[in-house]
């Protein structure tokens, strides 16, 4: 992603000094006993280890990568998700915006595909939209999908947090890739503290409908 850079040219060298003194790197790694999308395993089922690389600065400016393991019945094998946004708050309200291209370096075909999400909270409570914007060829003929999501998140005995989230995702390419319906729910409720999840999610689709539980443990360090 391209940076602001200072137009001052004798300044340049207290600009970049500036810009690295309120710059954040972060990094993260996570082993989880499912990889669940939008309510849908991407491992079959099976475990999954995952980790990224965050950046971000007192601009609201961010940008990063995440990866995992994945497992969808042929030879593709993980996941790389490159993604940036402004994020920050306007009184006790919160906003995320940004661009998010999931990439699948190994798979046989062209799978990859992109969204552009907004997101606000307030308080214990946040919504966001992610509105697909190009798919390749092999991932979808339709490039056609919003993804709609409520979530609420409380503290509770303990400092124990306990989230809430519910989903919608409609569109052709929804039902081009369940071969169901053009729109379906998934829902989530998790408890998590110490870095240990444990949760349950569950959707509306008749191939997919059962209710399936998942922990995890994940680690957030500075770099």
Do not use: C
Request: proline residues 0%; without cysteine.
């Amino acid at each position: 992603m391209n940076k602001l850079l200072s137009l001052i040219v004798a300044s340049s060298f207290m600009s970049v000094t500036s810009f690295h003194s309120m710059a954040e790197v972060t990094a993260n790694v996570a082993a989880s006993s499912n990889y669940f999308w939008r309510g849908i395993t991407q491992t079959k089922d099976g475990s999954a280890v995952s980790g990224g690389i965050d950046y971000s600065d007192d601009s609201g400016f961010y940008a990063g990568t995440w990866v995992s393991n994945v497992d969808f019945g042929n030879k593709t094998s993980y996941e790389l998700d490159l993604y940036a946004g402004f994020s920050g708050e306007q009184g006790q309200f919160g906003y995320d915006v940004g661009y998010i291209h999931y990439a699948y370096p190994d798979a046989e075909g062209s799978i990859d595909f992109g969204e552009l999400y907004g997101a606000l909270s307030w308080q214990w409570l946040s919504f966001k939209a992610s509105y697909l914007t190009h798919a390749q060829e092999d991932q979808s003929t339709e490039e056609e999908m919003l993804y709609l999501e409520l979530g609420a998140s409380f503290t509770i005995l303990n400092d124990t947090d306990l989230s809430f989230h519910i989903g919608r995702s409609s569109g052709d390419t929804v039902l081009e890739w369940t071969s169901e319906d053009d729109a379906y729910m998934d829902y989530g409720v998790s408890v998590a503290k110490n870095g240990f999840t444990l949760g349950v999610v569950k959707t509306d689709l008749d191939a997919d409908d059962d209710v399936k539980a998942y922990v995890s443990y994940g680690l957030d360090f500075e770099l």
